[in-house]
DNA sequence: AAACGGATGGGCT
DNA sequence: GCCCATCCGTTTG
């Protein structure tokens, strides 16, 4: 047993997001997302995500800093958040030395603690409909704009490793195989292979 | 099962 | 003024 304060409990270090932002992108899956509201906490497995990287026309940093992406710019570990069709917000971690200006968006947990209060948030209660998609996910951890640029190791948001909640029986995710595809919903580089996925995991966005 | 459209507002050319 | 890193209910095959 590790001692209660070990390591495994501890938010990921900067030193896990200040590398190249593929390698963050994959090795983020499996991690836990948690977020603690006035409401309670919430927390889910990351199964799903996309990287970003700074010379890709999808890449909100691409064309340089902005008020928006000011947090892409900023230190890794921390977060990016942005509204996106007027109504829903994506999370995104920033990766990378700090000024790169890339990041990984956060687009699938599976859910893993506060299921109740997720339910509630986001008016279903079927698990597989809970967190199984960038703007659903956000909702289901009630996080807000109020979290934009926050530190992912100190704040009310953390990641913390993937041996810090018991996996159900024979779910480990660290056994499963990462599948590679196509990101979603975008028109430019649309072709480039950075979009990683537990293969079988039944809480990811879309096959 | 897949395709489609409406909601809705900030960012950027 | 057009473009979205989306979601959901409705329609269509």
Do not use: W
Not at 47 to 53: F, K
Not at 199 to 205: A, H, K, L, V
């Amino acid at each position: 047993m590790t001692p209660a304060g070990g390591r495994k409990n501890r938010p990921l270090p900067i030193s896990f997001y200040a590398r190249s932002t593929v390698e963050v992108a994959r090795d983020l899956l499996g991690t836990v997302l948690v977020h603690d509201s006035p409401q309670g906490r919430a927390a889910g497995r990351i199964v799903e995500t996309e990287a970003y990287l700074r010379d890709d026309p999808a890449c909100h940093a691409s064309r340089g800093p902005t008020s928006r992406n000011r947090p892409m710019f900023g230190p890794p570990g921390h977060a990016y958040l942005y509204l996106i069709y007027g109504m829903y917000h994506c999370f995104n971690v920033v990766t990378a030395p700090r000024g790169t200006g890339e990041a990984v968006l956060i687009r699938a947990l599976e859910p893993v603690e506060g299921m109740a209060l997720m339910a509630r948030r986001r008016g279903t209660d079927k698990p597989k409909a809970l967190c199984s998609g960038p703007g659903k996910l956000v909702i289901a951890l009630g996080m807000g704009m109020s979290l934009n640029g926050a530190d992912l190791r100190r704040g009310p948001l953390a990641i913390l490793p993937s041996a810090s909640y018991p996996f159900p029986a024979g779910e480990d995710p660290s056994l499963g195989n990462i599948k590679v595809t196509t990101r979603i919903g975008i028109t430019q580089a649309a072709h480039l292979p950075l979009r990683f996925y537990l293969e079988g995991n039944p809480f990811i966005s879309k096959k």
